[in-house]
């Protein structure tokens, strides 16, 4: 029954999306403003249509569902009326693209291979349409607004267990949904910053409590590191002390949240944080939740004289699906960056996160300067900031996997920002 209405809802959402890109004017509803509407092309519904339905994971047909998305991003980019914006990371990104195709010339399963090139190529797809396609920042607030609301939704659901089961396998498991909320957690908090509203400050709240009461370690570092990046981009060098602050807070978490704590330890008891600060703990009383063993020999196996190239594209997940036994077949080793090292070596995973400072970088330049707008300066704090929590959750978690509701939103931001700018350069 779940299968059958996954794969109802994955013809409906396909439907739409060939719809909304080929309808030439839809009427929308300009977020906060009850009786103001804006009227979008094909190419900015379904960008915004995109944006507001990352969260439907569909998890029997996600291979499908993401390559639909591919293909309507690509579509959109040809039916736009604007060309696409190349800046220098995202040049970066396509040569991080390039060495995964080469990894594919030397990979013992050239489909393992392709998949995960699939898997990269979906934030790339996604930052090159909305930088071809956004020219009008209600486009920006609506997909912001529209997805907020959405992730409300799902927390909503999940909350309140009742109405879950009427939503078998439709939105993402926590994990992703978790990460997904580090980009709704800043974006409001960005929108508090711009507006002084209040809902938005609660907005905030709302979006950062799930990684504390779920204890999901992974996103709470991951949360700590965007709100840390997003003081950075704000205030430079002004901001140290809050990331200080931030970061004493992130550790005072560990040892004073009793469920935090008894799920970093298998003996919490035995650790303080004065053993903590001083390195006296026990890496055997440290619970890696079984990632630990799988990563050793996925290091052993795969990374180890392949330092520099890796083993091919895919390597890992050939690995997991067709040559594990036991637990371990079908699974995921929870530890992307790792995946990067044993595919691609040193190379792959230098070229990754070059790029993703780049855009990082980037946006500090963008928001700081004088004469952009105070909506391409939100575009870019929130793309970001929210891109460095969401890449951080990689070192020990699926994010590539969770693509569609993770990586390709600040992604995605980030190529509405560039949009935006080239509109402000043309007037």
């Known amino acids: 029954m779940a299968t059958a209405l996954c794969i109802f809802y ?100 050239v489909e393992f ?81 711009a507006s002084n509203q209040k809902k938005n400050l609660l907005f905030f709240i709302l979006f950062s409590l799930p990684c504390f009461l779920w204890v999901f370690r992974t996103d709470i570092m991951g949360l700590i590191v965007a709100l840390s990046a997003f003081a950075l981009i704000k205030y430079r060098l002004k901001a140290v002390p809050v990331i200080l602050l931030l970061g004493v807070l992130s550790v005072a978490a560990l040892f004073y949240i009793p469920s935090l704590k008894a799920k970093m330890y298998f003996r919490p008891d035995e650790v303080t944080l004065s053993d903590f600060l001083t390195g006296n703990v026990d890496e055997n009383n440290i ?57 691609n070596g040193l190379v792959g995973l230098s070229l990754y996160l070059l790029s993703v400072i780049s855009v990082f970088v980037h946006c500090i330049y963008i928001y700081h300067k004088k004469y952009y707008p105070s909506y391409i300066r939100l575009g870019a704090i929130i793309a970001g900031s929210s891109l460095l929590g969401v890449v951080i959750t990689m070192y020990s978690d699926n994010t590539l996997s969770y693509s569609m509701a993770t990586l390709s939103y600040p992604w995605g931001l980030y190529g509405m920002t560039l949009g935006l700018i080239k509109a402000l350069k043309k007037r």
């Open 287 to 343: 619970n890696t939740s079984g990632r630990g063993p799988v990563w050793e020999d996925c290091k052993e196996w795969f990374y180890k004289d392949h330092e520099l190239i890796g083993s091919g594209t895919g390597r890992v997940q050939k690995y997991m699906y067709t040559e594990a036994t036991g637990f371990r077949r079908g699974g995921q080793i929870h530890n992307d960056f790792l995946v990067l090292m044993c595919d």
């Open 113 to 193: 291979g392709v998949r995960m090139i699939l898997k990269y190529s979906y934030s790339l797809l996604l930052a090159l349409f909305a930088s071809s396609v956004v020219r009008d920042w209600l486009v920006l607030l609506k997909s912001l607004t529209l997805a907020r609301w959405v992730a409300a939704f799902t927390i909503f659901i999940y909350f309140i267990p009742i109405f879950l089961p009427l939503f078998p396998g439709v939105f993402w498991n926590k994990a992703a949904l978790v990460t997904h909320y580090i980009t709704m957690s800043v974006m409001s908090l960005a929108l508090y910053f």
């Open 10 to 109: 994955f013809i409906v959402l396909t439907y739409l999306g060939f719809k909304f890109l080929y309808t030439p004017r839809t009427r929308l509803r300009i977020p906060f403003q009850k009786h103001n509407y804006m009227l979008c092309n094909g190419s900015e519904t379904l960008l915004i249509f995109i944006f507001g339905t990352g969260l439907i994971g569909l998890i029997p047909v996600l291979s499908l569902r993401l390559g639909v998305l591919e293909l309507l991003c690509i579509l959109g980019i040809q039916r736009s009326k604007n060309r696409v914006i190349w800046s220098w990371p995202l040049k970066l990104y396509v040569v991080f693209l390039l060495w995964e195709i080469i990894g594919c010339l030397y990979t013992p399963s």
